[in-house]
């Protein structure tokens, strides 16, 4: 017995409720727009009409998404301190495709601001601007001579 399209949505839903926090706004909306696309594939699949991939609208402004102690991802909405190339990949992207297709720069870590922040604390408690910065002189010395 096949369920219909409104228990399916609901058990997408319940998921998604059950993996981050949700408004009943936001709640309502994702019932809403599950439910219609569910709809939407139904009567292509009963047409025999191959459904047209939509453009994917991000799922909050991009500037927005890199926060003090989250990111959170475009693609689907989850939050993370760091988005790993292996969640990455779950979308079909890499680090420089996702990049690219919300807009960031290529040099825009894909972590919290807090996160990237105590990166950047631990690598100069360890010497490594100074050590950088040694060993580019190094190089243009080597390529003088």
């Known amino acids: 017995m096949s369920k219909s399209l409104v228990e399916m949505t609901a058990e997408i839903i319940q998921s998604q409720i059950s993996s981050k926090q949700m408004t009943t706004e936001e709640i309502k909306a994702a019932l809403n727009d599950t439910f219609q696309t569910l709809k ?3 009567e292509a699949e009963a047409n025999g009409i191959e459904a047209e991939p939509e453009e994917t609208n991000p799922v909050m402004d991009p500037k927005k998404s890199i926060q ?3 990111i959170i991802c ?3 909405g989850q939050e993370f301190k760091m988005l790993s190339p292996k969640h990455l990949r779950s979308h079909g ?3 420089r495709e996702y990049r690219k297709k919300h807009g960031f720069s290529a040099r825009q ?3 919290s601001k807090a996160l990237s922040e105590k990166r950047s604390q631990s690598g100069k408690e360890r010497g490594l601007p100074e050590n950088l910065r040694k060993a580019i002189e190094m190089r243009t010395k080597n390529r003088t001579k």
Do not use: F, G, V
Request: with cysteine; hydrophobic share 25%.
């Open 74 to 76: 475009l693609e689907c």
């Open 40 to 42: 939407s594939l139904q």
């Open 93 to 95: 992207l890499t680090s």
């Open 109 to 111: 870590p894909l972590c």
């Open 68 to 70: 003090r102690n989250k």
